[in-house]
T-cell receptor
Framework: NAGVTQTPKFRILKIGQSMTLQCAQD?????MYWYRQDPGMGLKLIYY???????DKGEVPNGYNVSRSTTEDFPLRLELAAPSQTSVYFC?????????????FGQGTRLTVV | DAKTTQPNSMESNEEEPVHLPCNHS???????IHWYRQLPSQGPEYVIH???SNVNNRMASLAIAEDRKSSTLILHRATLRDAAVYYC?????????????FGKGTLLTVNP
């Protein structure tokens, strides 16, 4: 059972560089999410998607972009990396709450911007 | 989005029941109540969710007040592995604006 797969697990970026965090799920979930978690803090929602072709901003979208061309994939793009984007990033997917409602999380990507 | 209020921290002894409260007085009639937890150095994991009736699963029970303005997550016998941050998350019933937004949660410490 693959569940939610995030790549890479670790990455060090230099200021101004760009990268894409990959997220894939094999559960045919409509809903997908990207969160960031700074040390000692809670999770903040960056972007979310309710289905292929549909994305929307969460609480902290600045500096990020997403796309959802397929149900399975939900990549997060960082343009012009800044030290403030040093964080652990979690991707998640879920069915509607009327079904099981259980969101599954990836193992996280630990990103450091230097 | 409905706002939640949870204690910053709670403490329990191993093998004792734990009642984790959550106030969500602005919840709407169709909002679900989700509970997730995050163990140290791990991603969040689902615990339970419900709409109106009390819910039970292998991990916990969820007691929802009749007016739905509060709920309580019940761990029947706490173990050391239950030490985590517990999040109460109201969400709408799905559709184009369905999302899970985490608050600050309650840090549960379990003493041996």
């Amino acid at each position: 059972n693959a569940g939610v797969t995030q790549t890479p697990k670790f990455r060090i970026l230099k200021i101004g560089q760009s990268m894409t965090l990959q997220c894939a799920q094999d559960m045919n979930h409509n809903y997908m999410y990207w969160y960031r978690q700074d040390p000692g803090m809670g999770l903040k929602l960056i972007y979310y998607s309710v289905g292929a072709g549909i994305t929307d901003k969460g609480e902290v979208p600045n500096g990020y972009n997403v796309s959802r061309s397929t149900t399975e994939d939900f990549p997060l793009r960082l343009e012009l990396a800044a030290p403030s984007q040093t964080s652990v990033y979690f991707c998640a997917s879920s069915p509607p709450p009327q079904n099981t409602g259980e969101a599954f999380f990836g193992q996280g990507t630990r990103l450091t911007v230097v | 989005d409905a706002k939640t209020t949870q204690p910053n921290s709670m403490e329990s002894n191993e093998e004792e029941p734990v009642h984790l409260p959550c106030n969500h007085s602005t919840i709407s009639g169709t909002d679900y109540i989700h509970w997730y937890r995050q163990l140290p150095s791990q991603g969040p994991e689902y615990v339970i969710h419900g709409l109106t009736s009390n819910v039970n699963n292998r991990m916990a029970s969820l007691a929802i007040a009749e007016d739905r303005k509060s709920s309580t997550l019940i761990l029947h016998r706490a173990t050391l592995r239950d030490a985590a941050v517990y999040y109460c998350i109201p969400s709408n019933s799905g559709g184009s604006n369905y999302k899970l937004t985490f608050g600050k949660g309650t840090l549960l410490t379990v003493n041996p």
